[in-house]
């Protein structure tokens, strides 16, 4: 659909879906520019043109453009000014440059001048999706390479880890905390509330204190209720040739494979009390014997281990050492369940619903009110593991841009889940309401377009934004 701005300038949609790099065109001959927007919105870009650079850096002011598509002839402004005047206004900005005169000159001028690549005319479709593409692909790796040194330098929270509940921020201080050291750590809570991704957060995090050129250290996990008890001494520890029926070679286990890295143990409970006593001494000994071996080997691994039981009540027990308990309990991080932190549920369901749809190819972009009221009320026994195989379901019947009640698990939709832990309506309102926004605001970053979509004044917007607490 092409919505109409003036005579002069003209918008093309998308149907809803994933959120779309924003490509402008400027060019003066009408077939061209509307040929390309509607080429490449087929493609599943969002395209904006214009047939004059003026009129160009007036939308460019308004709206940031992942990719600048210029005519060099243009009526008044060339396309080369256009082009210094959009590095100036919108740096992230790569410009493809069109040229009806294609000569080395021009060529190295253009780059010279920063243009990213340049298009000669008769332009042939297929080589300006190749170059679209290419473009994205080059500023998807720029981008991974600033997470990277954010990474690094630890300017931010790990991206994996959603939520901004009070009892989540305190999770990601302990885990800020925590990382830069070697101490072990014990991670406790329930079953799917997201025990490894907490580790392998602390891992990630302890990474910022090694050298540039240094090697990344390795993230090893073992759940220990997933292996044979008598195969995973060997697992953990290694084995030398002729220890057992099989044992034909020399096998390293993960302390030794993870160097200075970090071994994940999960379901720690589940461990025998024999090979208990032997972790114990790779703990505090730094040194573990391989089956069947005479002489002990040196370890730099750090441990951190996790568990959905009650360590103390195993040790009461006596199925769990209370000697090791307490050399794993340096530190414990205790997370939250997810009935725990309903406040986070709207942007769980948004991350992981951006997730299954990238992954299954469908436009699905968010659910509607009534469904996430539904989603909101629910217990949530197995937490955000049960959250991510709802909305995996949910995403695999979907047919519309939104997930519906019928897109839910039938139980779910039926009420046959426990009393609602939102019963306050307006509270669940408030809650989509902030996700709404938020999702149009990352579509239209111009605030007088994102009002104009949300159907409410612009001052109503800016009072949203401060009320419902949005970072824009």
């Given at each position: 659909?092409?919505?109409?701005?003036?005579?002069?300038?003209?918008?093309?949609?998308?149907p809803?879906?994933?959120?779309?790099?924003?490509?402008?065109?400027?060019?003066?001959?009408?077939?061209?520019?509307?040929?390309?927007?509607?080429?490449?919105?087929?493609?599943g870009?969002?395209?904006?043109?214009?047939?004059?650079?003026?009129?160009?850096?007036?939308?460019?002011?308004?709206?940031?453009?992942?990719?600048?598509?210029?005519?060099?002839?243009?009526?008044?402004?060339?396309?080369?000014?256009?082009?210094?005047?959009?590095?100036?206004?919108?740096?992230?900005?790569?410009?493809?440059?069109?040229?009806?005169?294609?000569?080395?000159?021009?060529?190295?001028?253009?780059?010279?001048?920063?243009?990213?690549?340049?298009?000669?005319?008769?332009?042939?479709?297929?080589?300006?999706?190749?170059?679209?593409?290419?473009?994205?692909?080059?500023?998807?790796?720029?981008?991974?390479?600033?997470?990277?040194?954010?990474?690094?330098?630890r300017t931010?929270?790990?991206?994996?880890?959603?939520?901004?509940?009070?009892?989540?921020?305190?999770?990601?201080?302990?885990?800020?905390?925590?990382?830069?050291?070697?101490?072990?750590?014990?991670?406790t809570?329930?079953?799917?509330?997201?025990?490894?991704?907490?580790?392998?957060?602390?891992?990630?995090?302890?990474q910022?204190?090694?050298?540039?050129?240094?090697?990344?250290?390795?993230?090893?996990?073992?759940?220990?209720?997933?292996?044979?008890?008598?195969?995973?001494e060997?697992?953990?520890?290694?084995?030398?040739?002729?220890?057992?029926?099989?044992?034909?070679?020399?096998?390293?286990?993960?302390?030794?494979?993870?160097?200075?890295?970090?071994?994940?143990?999960?379901?720690?409970?589940?461990?025998?009390?024999?090979?208990?006593?032997?972790?114990?001494?790779?703990?505090?000994?730094?040194?573990?014997?391989?089956?069947?071996?005479?002489?002990?080997?040196?370890?730099?691994?750090?441990?951190?281990?996790?568990?959905?039981?009650?360590?103390?009540?195993?040790?009461?027990?006596?199925?769990?050492?209370?000697?090791?308990?307490?050399?794993?309990?340096?530190?414990?991080?205790?997370?939250?369940?997810?009935?725990?932190?309903?406040?986070?549920?709207?942007?769980?369901?948004?991350?992981?619903?951006?997730?299954?749809?990238?992954?299954?190819?469908?436009?699905?972009?968010?659910?509607?009110?009534?469904?996430?009221?539904?989603?909101?009320?629910?217990?949530?026994?197995?937490?955000?593991?049960?959250?991510?195989?709802?909305?995996?379901?949910a995403?695999?019947?979907?047919?519309?841009?939104?997930?519906?009640?019928?897109?839910?698990?039938?139980?779910?939709?039926?009420?046959?889940?426990?009393?609602?832990?939102?019963?306050?309506?307006?509270?669940?309102?408030?809650?989509?309401?902030?996700?709404?926004?938020?999702?149009?605001?990352?579509?239209?970053?111009?605030?007088?377009?994102?009002?104009?979509?949300?159907?409410?004044?612009?001052?109503?917007?800016?009072?949203?934004?401060?009320?419902?607490?949005i970072?824009t």
């Open positions: 659909m092409v919505e109409t701005r003036s005579r002069k300038s003209s918008t093309v949609r998308i809803p879906g994933r959120y779309p790099a924003r490509i402008l065109i400027i060019d003066d001959e009408e077939l061209i520019r509307e040929t390309l927007a509607e080429y490449l919105s087929q493609e870009f969002a395209v904006s043109t214009c047939r004059s650079g003026e009129e160009g850096l007036e939308l460019a002011k308004r709206t940031p453009f992942t990719i600048a598509i210029c005519d060099m002839q243009l009526p008044g402004m060339d396309g080369l000014t256009v082009l210094e005047r959009l590095q100036q206004l919108s740096p992230e900005t790569s410009v493809l440059l069109i040229t009806a005169f294609a000569t080395v000159e021009n060529a190295v001028e253009a780059f010279q001048r920063g243009a990213h690549d340049y298009l000669m005319k008769p332009i042939l479709l297929d080589e300006v999706l190749s170059k679209v593409r290419r473009l994205l692909e080059l500023r998807e790796l720029a981008l991974e390479n600033q997470w990277l040194r954010r990474e690094l330098n931010c929270p790990p991206a994996q880890i959603i939520g901004n509940s009070p009892l989540m921020l305190q999770v990601m201080e302990m885990v800020r905390k925590v990382a830069p050291t070697r101490s072990t750590v014990l991670i809570g329930e079953s799917g509330t997201g025990k490894e991704l907490i580790a392998r957060a602390i891992h990630d995090q302890s910022a204190n090694r050298s540039e050129d240094s090697r990344p250290a390795r993230f090893l996990a073992l759940n220990c209720a997933a292996i044979p008890h008598e195969l995973l060997a697992q953990l520890f290694g084995y030398r040739r002729g220890a057992f029926t099989g044992a034909d070679r020399d096998q390293a286990g993960i302390f030794v494979h993870a160097g200075t890295g970090t071994v994940f143990l999960d379901e720690i409970a589940e461990m025998p009390l024999t090979t208990q006593a032997k972790l114990l001494r790779a703990i505090e000994q730094k040194e573990v014997l391989p089956v069947g071996a005479n002489e002990p080997v040196r370890v730099e691994a750090r441990v951190l281990a996790a568990t959905n039981k009650d360590l103390l009540r195993e040790v009461e027990a006596r199925r769990f050492r209370e000697d090791l308990y307490y050399r794993l309990n340096v530190v414990c991080i205790r997370l939250p369940a997810l009935r725990q932190r309903t406040e986070d549920i709207p942007a769980l369901v948004e991350h992981l619903l951006a997730r299954h749809a990238r992954e299954l190819g469908k436009k699905i972009v968010g659910v509607t009110h009534e469904a996430m009221q539904l989603l909101l009320n629910n217990r949530w026994r197995g937490n955000v593991r049960e959250l991510d195989n709802v909305l995996q379901r995403v695999i019947l979907g047919e519309g841009p939104l997930i519906g009640p019928a897109d839910l698990p039938p139980d779910l939709v039926a009420g046959e889940h426990d009393s609602p832990l939102v019963d306050s309506l307006a509270e669940a309102v408030r809650c989509f309401e902030k996700q709404h926004i938020e999702r149009i605001l990352r579509q239209t970053p111009d605030k007088k377009e994102a009002a104009r979509r949300l159907d409410i004044g612009l001052s109503s917007l800016y009072r949203r934004i401060a009320e419902l607490g970072e």
